[in-house]
C-alpha cells in the first residue's frame, strides 16, 4: 500500500467561509490522503470542518460565501479544483460520490426510488430502460431491501430510514465509484440500523473494492471500521495514524480527552471524561494552538506557537510539541 | 452479513397490497373531494361547449347564428318562443326557442354565447400558460442561481449587443453593425476569460460583480408589477392590430410576475434541501437539477395559483372586451355580451346576467378544480 500512490490527496487545503465583517477558516491547511480500496475516517465535534473538507473534494463547497483559497486535491493524480464544472459533473456521482447524513431529507420526495437511482445511473451511462431497470433491482437487492421489484416504485416517504439510507447507497454505488465519501451516514439512524448499515457499507465496499472516506464524531464506529483515522480539530488535523495507533497510543490531548469520553465497560459507575469549554469560533480561532484553553497540558508556549505535525512512528503523526517530546 | 440479509430477504418477501398505479391513486384522492369533482365535471362541461360552440357557430351556413340580425324579435326574454309569421325561414333559431333571449339587434343569445365560450377557454388557457412558463423559467432561475453576480463586463456586453441592434433598427447600419460586432467579440473574450480563470485582456474590475441574478429578475419584477397592468394591456392592444391572439399574449405577458415571485420563494427553501445537494453529488447539471429535480417539487402550488390564474385571465378579457378593446366585433366573447348588454339592464337584466353569471360559474370551477388539484398532487397523500 505505501509505495502506491494514493486515489485521493489533499494537500494544505483551506477553505474560507466569508461573511460580512469576519472570516470563518472552517478548514485552515487540511491535508490527508485516500488509497484505493481503504476506509479512511475523519473524526471531530461538530463545526470542526470535517464535512467541508470532504465536500471541497466534489467541489461542492456553497460559493459564495465560501471559498477554496489555498493548497491542491490531487483525485488520481489531476488536480480537480483546477477542472472546470463539466469536467467535475463527470467525476460527481461517477467516480466521487457521496452518501448524507440525513436519508429523510436527501431522496427527492416527488420521485419513486426507481427513478431516482436510475438517474444516478442514466447520468453517467447511456443504457437501455430494460437494463437499468434490472440494474436498479439489483443494486436494490445487494442493499437487502426486500422485495425490490415492488420497491422500485415506491416513494421516498413509504420507506423506513434505514431502508432510505440503504437507498441513498445504492445511488452512491451505481456508477461503481472509486471513492465514497460517507458523512455521518449513521448519525439519523437508531442503533440497530446503525450496525446493520456498517455492515453493508463494508460488505460492499469489499465487494467492489473502493475506497471509504467515513466522516463522522461516533469514536465507536471508528473503531469498528476504520482503517486509518484522521483527528480533527477547528479546521486542523491534530492526529492522524491506523486505527491502531490512535486507539491504543493516542498522543494528542484532543484524542486523549475523545477517547477517555468513551463510554466503556471498564468505567462503569464512574462519571465520564469530558473535555472542558467547547470549540471555538472558526472566526475568532486562538492565537497558538487552537487547542490550549481546552488542554490540560498546554504551556506557555502554546499560547503563541502555532503547532506543526511531528511524526512518531510510521504512518504516526500528530500536532502537539509537548506530548510528542516525551513519550 | 450477507447471509443475515439473503434471509430477512426471504422472510420478507411476504405478500403484498395489490398496486394501484399512480394516476389510479392520484384520480382516488382527487375524488374524494367533492367539490373539486363539481370542479372538474363543469370545467369538462364547458370545455365540450366551447368545442362545440365553435363547431356549431362557424362555417358558411351555421347550425347557431350569432350574427343573425332580427330587428324585430329584439330584447326577447329567455324561453320566449319566436314569432313565426314575421321571420323568414333561415331566421327561424335553431332550437325554434330562444333559450336565453335576444339581444338588442335581435341576434340569440345563445349562440352568441357559445361562440363566446371558446374565446374565454383559449384566452384562460394561452394567456397562463404563457405566465407559467415564463414565471416558472425567470423563478426558477432568480431562485437557484440567486447569489450568482452579474458581472460588469456581462452588463458591458448586453449593452453592446442590444446598442448595435437598435442602431441596426434605426437604420444606422454601420455604427449598428460596428457595436454589434463589438459585444460579440467582448462576449468571446469574457468566456475565455472565466474559463482559464484568468484575464489577460480584461481590467480585473469587470469581473466584480455589479449585482445579483436574483436582483435582476426580482426588480423586473417590481418594475412590471408597478405598471397597473390593465392599464398596460390597453396601452398594447390599442397599439396592436385587434386579434384575439394578440390579447392573449399581452394578458399572458402581464401576468408571469405572481408565477415567477412564488417558484423563486419554492426554490429558496428547495435550494437549502439536501436532496439538491445530493443530485449534485451525483452529477448532474444545474439545468437537470432545477427542471427535473426541483421544479416538480415548486409545481403543485404553481398548478393551483395558475388555475386562479385561468379564472383571472378569463376575467380581464372580459374586461377589455366590456371597454371595448378586446376581441373585435361581431364576434362574440362574454365580455362584449355583456358590455352590449349593460345598456338595458333594466328592461333586459338577461343580458347582462348570463353571461356574468357563466363567467361567475366557470372561474368558480377553475378554483375548485385547483384546490383539488392540489392535494391529489401530493405524493405525501398518495398511500394504500
Redesign the interface.
Known amino acids: 500500500m505505501a509505495f502506491q500512490k494514493p486515489l485521493l490527496r489533499t494537500e494544505d487545503l483551506k477553505v474560507y467561509f466569508y461573511g460580512r465583517d469576519k472570516i470563518s477558516r472552517a478548514v485552515d491547511g487540511v491535508s490527508y490522503h485516500i488509497h484505493a480500496g481503504e476506509t479512511v475516517c475523519l473524526v471531530g465535534e461538530s463545526g470542526c470542518g470535517k464535512t467541508v473538507s470532504a465536500l471541497a473534494a466534489l467541489g461542492l463547497i456553497p460559493s459564495p460565501p465560501g471559498k477554496i483559497v489555498g493548497g491542491r486535491i490531487l483525485f488520481k493524480g489531476t488536480d480537480i479544483l483546477s477542472l472546470d464544472e463539466d469536467a467535475m459533473q463527470k467525476i460527481r456521482g461517477n467516480q466521487i460520490s457521496m452518501v448524507f447524513q440525513e436519508p429523510l431529507t436527501s431522496l427527492n420526495p416527488v420521485f419513486t426510488i426507481g427513478d431516482q437511482i436510475g438517474e444516478a445511473i442514466r447520468t453517467h451511462e447511456t443504457i437501455s430502460q430494460d437494463a437499468l431497470d434490472k440494474r436498479c433491482v439489483q443494486l436494490l437487492r445487494d442493499m437487502g431491501i426486500p422485495s425490490p421489484e415492488q420497491r422500485l416504485h415506491d416513494y421516498p416517504h413509504q420507506l423506513s430510514g434505514g431502508q432510505r439510507q440503504r437507498v441513498m447507497i445504492a445511488m452512491a454505488l451505481a456508477c461503481n465509484p472509486d471513492l465514497m465519501i460517507a458523512d455521518e451516514p449513521t448519525t439519523a439512524l437508531d442503533v440497530t440500523v446503525q450496525a446493520q448499515i456498517l455492515n453493508l457499507l463494508k460488505s460492499v465496499q469489499e465487494k467492489a473494492s473502493m475506497a471509504v472516506l467515513y466522516i463522522t464524531h461516533d469514536l465507536g464506529v471508528v473503531s469498528g471500521i476504520a482503517d486509518r483515522v484522521y483527528v480533527m480539530y477547528a479546521g486542523l488535523i491534530v492526529e492522524e495514524g491506523n486505527t491502531r495507533q490512535v486507539f491504543g497510543n493516542a498522543v494528542h490531548p484532543y484524542t486523549m480527552g475523545l477517547l477517555a469520553s468513551l463510554p466503556d465497560r471498564k468505567k462503569r459507575g464512574k462519571r465520564l471524561h469530558n473535555i472542558p469549554g467547547t470549540v471555538p469560533n472558526p472566526a475568532y480561532k486562538p492565537d497558538g494552538c487552537p487547542f490550549h484553553p481546552r488542554c490540560s497540558h498546554a504551556v506557555e508556549s502554546c499560547k503563541t506557537v502555532e503547532p506543526e505535525m511531528i511524526p512518531l512512528e510510521e504512518g504516526h503523526r500528530c500536532r502537539c510539541p509537548v506530548l510528542a517530546k516525551k513519550p | 452479513?450477507?447471509e443475515t440479509?439473503t434471509k430477512?430477504?426471504e422472510i420478507?418477501?411476504g405478500p403484498?397490497a395489490p398496486?394501484q398505479s399512480r394516476f389510479v391513486q392520484q384520480f382516488r384522492l382527487f375524488k374524494e373531494n367533492r367539490l373539486a369533482v363539481v370542479g372538474l365535471v363543469i370545467f369538462l362541461a364547458f370545455f365540450i361547449t366551447a368545442v362545440a360552440g365553435v363547431v356549431l357557430t362557424s362555417g358558411q351556413d351555421p347550425v347557431f347564428n350569432p350574427s343573425l340580425v332580427r330587428l324585430q324579435e329584439k330584447l326577447q326574454p329567455p324561453l320566449s318562443l319566436p314569432n313565426l309569421e314575421t321571420l323568414k325561414a333561415h331566421e327561424v333559431p335553431t332550437l325554434g326557442i330562444y333559450l336565453l333571449g335576444t339581444d338588442d339587434l335581435g341576434r340569440d343569445v345563445f349562440a352568441r354565447m357559445l361562440q363566446g365560450a371558446w374565446v374565454s377557454l383559449t384566452v384562460g388557457f394561452v394567456a397562463v400558460g404563457i405566465a407559467v412558463i415564463v414565471g416558472i423559467f425567470l423563478g426558477g432561475l432568480a431562485g437557484y442561481y440567486g447569489?450568482e453576480g452579474i458581472c460588469y463586463d456581462q452588463i458591458l456586453d448586453f449593452l453592446l449587443l442590444l446598442s448595435g441592434i437598435i442602431f441596426f433598427i434605426l437604420k444606422w447600419h454601420k455604427l449598428g453593425f460596428g457595436l454589434f460586432t463589438a459585444g460579440i467579440f467582448m462576449m468571446i473574450l469574457s468566456f475565455r476569460a472565466r474559463?482559464v480563470k484568468q484575464n489577460r485582456f480584461m481590467p480585473g474590475w469587470l469581473h466584480k460583480s455589479a449585482f445579483s441574478f436574483d436582483t435582476l429578475i426580482m426588480r423586473m419584477v417590481d418594475i412590471m408589477l408597478c405598471f397597473p397592468s390593465f392599464f398596460l394591456i390597453l396601452t398594447v392592444v390599442a397599439l396592436l392590430p385587434a386579434s384575439i391572439y394578440n390579447i392573449m399574449i399581452v394578458i399572458g405577458l402581464t401576468s408571469w410576475m405572481g408565477t415567477t415571485r412564488f417558484v423563486r420563494a419554492e426554490f429558496l427553501s428547495l435550494r437549502e434541501?439536501?436532496?439538491v445537494?445530493?443530485?449534485?453529488?451525483?452529477?448532474?447539471?444545474n439545468f437537470r437539477i432545477i427542471f427535473r429535480?426541483m421544479m416538480?417539487?415548486a409545481v403543485a402550488p404553481v398548478l393551483v395559483s395558475a388555475t386562479i390564474g385561468i379564472a383571472t385571465a378569463i376575467l380581464t378579457e372580459a374586461g377589455l372586451s366590456f371597454l371595448g378593446f378586446g376581441v373585435p366585433p361581431p364576434y362574440a366573447t362574454w365580455g362584449n355580451i355583456l358590455s352590449d348588454g349593460k345598456r338595458f339592464i333594466f328592461d333586459a337584466p338577461w343580458l347582462t346576467f348570463v353571461p356574468g353569471i357563466a363567467i361567475l360559474i366557470v372561474v368558480l370551477c377553475f378554483n375548485l378544480f385547483g384546490e383539488g388539484l392540489k392535494d391529489a398532487l401530493n405524493?405525501?397523500l398518495?398511500?394504500e
Open positions: 452479513m450477507a440479509l430477512n430477504h420478507l418477501e403484498q398496486r447569489q474559463r434541501q439536501d436532496f445537494s445530493a443530485a449534485k453529488a451525483l452529477g448532474l447539471g429535480h416538480p417539487n405524493p405525501k398518495r398511500q
